[in-house]
Nanobody, 126 residues
Framework: QVQLVESGGGSVQAGGSLRLSCAAS?????????MGWFRQVPGKEREGVAV????????YIADSVKGRFTISADSAKNTVYLQMNNLKPEDTAMYYC??????????????????WGLGTQVTVSS
């Protein structure tokens, strides 16, 4: 059974940092090509934040967070991380981990991801 478990969300003041973690089952991690993070605020569509190509070194970062967020993976732990620095109030959202078992896709499109975690809330106050 596919499992993605997020952790690391919370509340922080603007300029602060948080690190999100997404742990996958071994089966999921080994069958995944892309794994990463999306976020959503009420009333808006889910948007891609950062995704990593698990089978290689490529990473994809949204322009809105480029230079502040980085994504990395630890294959020994089947885990993907999102390091978020210099957080802004507009980063406030529910953050979801996602995994795709397709080898070629538009990374920022939620419809391309088959597996999803339950989400972790990030709140940034000004």
């Amino acid at each position: 059974q596919v499992q993605l478990v997020e952790s690391g969300g919370g509340s922080v003041q603007a300029g602060g940092s948080l690190r999100l973690s997404c742990a996958a089952s071994t089966y999921t991690y080994r069958s995944t090509f892309y794994m990463g993070w999306f976020r959503q605020v009420p009333g808006k569509e889910r948007e891609g934040v950062a995704v990593k190509y698990i089978a290689g070194s490529s990473t994809y970062i949204a322009d809105s967070v480029k230079g502040r967020f980085t994504i990395s993976a630890d294959s020994a732990k089947n885990t993907v991380y999102l390091q978020m620095n210099n957080l802004k109030p507009e980063d406030t959202a529910m953050y979801y981990c996602a995994a795709a078992d397709r080898s070629a896709l538009q990374w920022y499109q939620p419809k391309n991801y088959r597996y999803w975690g339950l989400g972790t809330q990030v709140t940034v106050s000004s």
